[in-house]
C-alpha cells in the first residue's frame, strides 16, 4: 500500500448513496471519506484563511512603513521649525499647546492621506481584475488606524520640540 496517498477521487455509479459509501470506506479502512460538497467547503476555508493570513501579514508591512514614513516627515518638518517653537517657547507657550499643534500637524497629514487613498481606491476599483469589497465599518476601522499610527509616529518629533531650548530664539 502507499502510505503517500492524501486523496482518492471515487465516481459513483448513479443510484448509490454517497453518504452510505463514505461510512464504508471509513468502516474498512479506518480513513476519512468527504463529499463532493464537504471538500469544497474545506477547501474554500483553506484558501480563504491563507489569503486571509497574506492580507494581514501586507497591512501589518504597510503600517509599520508608513509610521516610520510619517515619522520621518513630521519630524522633518519640526526640526525645519526649531526656531519657531523656541520663540514659542520664549514667550511662555506651554509645552502641551506645543505638543498638540504637532499632534494636530500629524493627524492632519494621516486624514488626508487617507481621505486621497480611499477616493483613488474607489475611482480605481473597477479597473482592477479582483474586486475587494471594502465596507464602511473596515473604512472606519483603517481611518482610526490610520490616526493611530500618524499619533504615534509623532512621539519622536513632540520630543524633539519640547528639548528645544528657548535660547535658541535668540542666538
Request: charged residues 15%.
Amino acid at each position: 500500500s502507499n502510505h503517500n496517498v492524501n486523496a482518492v477521487l471515487v465516481r459513483m455509479a448513479d443510484g448509490h448513496s454517497p453518504e452510505a459509501l463514505a461510512e464504508t470506506i471509513t468502516r474498512w479502512t479506518h480513513l476519512e471519506a468527504y463529499s463532493r460538497a464537504e471538500m469544497e467547503e474545506m477547501l474554500l476555508a483553506k484558501l480563504i484563511a491563507t489569503a486571509a493570513k497574506q492580507i494581514a501579514m501586507f497591512l501589518v508591512i504597510l503600517s509599520v512603513v508608513s509610521a516610520a514614513i510619517v515619522a520621518f516627515i513630521i519630524y522633518t518638518m519640526t526640526l525645519g521649525k526649531i526656531r519657531e517653537i523656541a520663540v514659542l517657547k520664549l514667550i511662555g507657550t506651554r509645552n502641551l499647546t506645543i505638543a498638540s499643534m504637532i499632534l494636530q500637524q500629524a493627524l492632519g497629514l494621516g486624514l488626508i492621506g487617507f481621505f486621497i487613498g480611499k477616493v483613488a481606491a474607489t475611482i480605481w476599483a473597477p479597473v482592477f481584475p479582483k474586486y475587494v469589497l471594502l465596507l464602511d465599518s473596515d473604512a472606519i476601522t483603517g481611518l482610526a488606524v490610520t490616526l493611530l499610527i500618524c499619533a504615534l509616529a509623532s512621539t519622536l518629533a513632540i520630543r524633539a520640540a519640547l528639548r528645544v531650548d528657548p535660547a535658541e530664539a535668540i542666538g
